[in-house]
């Protein structure tokens, strides 16, 4: 029992490791350096595996044949794990508009004296 629970553990773990693919692309991996062995030998020039690589994943120029869809990892499907994990609900957050009260400010009005009052608008008087 403790093996499977590793084994699933260990297989979880490394299908994390490759986001929207599987296993069984690595299986594939023979299928690719068979073409590589292929373009190997119908080439004079020198061709470096790292070369091949650009020439087959990275040039969105490349002619598809039979061949290049058996090629691992070029045609990236939905993974078992995609139907299981289930994504979050997107909830919008909603802005609420914040009604300030308003101030009232208190005027000190200082009281003047009333021999002043009026003295200020009126026509000089001989005394």
Known sequence: MKFRIYFFAIYIFLGS????????????????????????GRTTNP????????????????????????????HMGNSAYDYFVSTPLLQSEETMPVFMPEKHYVHLHFAIPGQFTGSIWQPPQTV
Not at 22 to 40: A, G, N, P, R, V
Not at 47 to 57: A, G, I, P, V
């Open 17 to 40: 490791l490759l986001p929207n693919s599987d296993f069984h692309e690595l299986s594939k991996i023979t299928t690719l350096l068979h073409h590589y062995q292929e373009h190997k």
């Open 47 to 74: 061709l470096s595996f790292l070369d091949f690589l650009k020439m087959h994943y990275a040039c969105a120029d490349n002619k598809t044949s039979d061949n290049h869809d058996n090629l691992p990892f070029k």
